[in-house]
């Protein structure tokens, strides 16, 4: 079946600093690709959904300016987290919805953000 | 706009029994796709079983089935001879039949089953 790779799986970063998190879908095309973030036993809140070629649609309450999302090419989606913080600490995780293949979508593994 | 409501936090089944899991949702839509979700430890999120909605049969996926009733708004999981691999925990989510940002999929707040051996 379809596969979405996320990466890095794991990540710590200084408070500050900037960290980058890719999401590719590898043997589709995905116009559209979604991130979510999910704190501890809790549902997955979308976060922002990626249009490649276009500006990402943030959810309301999102900082478009902390959570940049650039879809520069049909299989890649970055999110990348500026200034961050300890409360930025969390599991974020991106879809990716195979336009060709009846529309399914596929999730990536995941990546878990640690702010120190 | 599109609501999903998952009630009970949290269940538990003993090995080789049955469980049931409750999903109702709120749409004025027609036409929309339902899923259940299961995510384990590991939180990959894994797809259990998809419902159309113009489709009357109930979906079925070896152990996994549904209950869909589409005049309710209900759409329940049943898990048959429960595994110690089923605990994990499921989610149940809505989604328009449309691409792009359209298809965007609204979740449930998820529920922790687990299984007694």
């Known amino acids: 079946g379809a596969v979405v790779s996320q990466h890095p799986s794991w990540v710590i970063c200084k408070s500050g600093t900037s960290v980058k998190i890719e999401c590719r879908s590898l043997?589709?095309?995905?116009?559209?690709m979604f991130w979510y973030r999910q704190f501890p036993k809790q549902s997955l809140m979308l976060m922002a959904t990626?249009?490649?070629?276009?500006?990402?649609?943030?959810e309301q309450g999102v900082e478009k300016d902390k959570f940049l999302i650039n879809h520069a090419s049909l299989t890649l989606s970055t999110l990348t987290v500026t200034s961050a913080h300890p409360e930025d600490s969390s599991f974020y995780i991106c879809?990716?919805?195979?336009?060709?293949?009846?529309?399914?979508?596929?999730f990536g593994e995941g990546s878990w953000l640690t702010v120190v | 706009a599109q609501t999903v409501t998952q009630s009970q936090p949290e269940m538990s089944v003993q090995e080789a029994e049955t469980v049931t899991l409750s999903c109702t949702y709120d749409?004025?839509?027609?036409?929309?796709?339902l899923f259940w979700y299961k995510q384990p430890p590991s939180r990959q999120m894994i797809l259990v079983i998809r419902?159309?909605?113009?489709?009357?049969q109930n979906a079925t996926e070896n152990r996994f089935s549904v209950n869909f009733q589409k005049a309710a708004k209900s759409f329940s999981l049943k898990i048959s001879d429960s595994q110690l691999g089923d605990a994990a925990m499921y989610f149940c989510?809505?989604?328009?039949?449309?691409?792009?940002?359209?298809?965007?999929?609204?979740f449930g707040k998820g529920i922790t089953l687990s299984v007694r051996p």
């Open positions: 879809s990716a919805q195979d336009g060709g293949g009846g529309n399914t979508i596929y």
């Open positions: 043997d589709f095309q995905a116009t559209t």
């Open positions: 990626s249009n490649e070629g276009s500006k990402a649609t943030y």
């Open positions: 749409t004025s839509e027609s036409d929309y796709y």
């Open positions: 419902q159309e909605a113009y489709k009357q």
């Open positions: 989510a809505y989604r328009r039949p449309y691409t792009g940002a359209n298809s965007k999929l609204t």
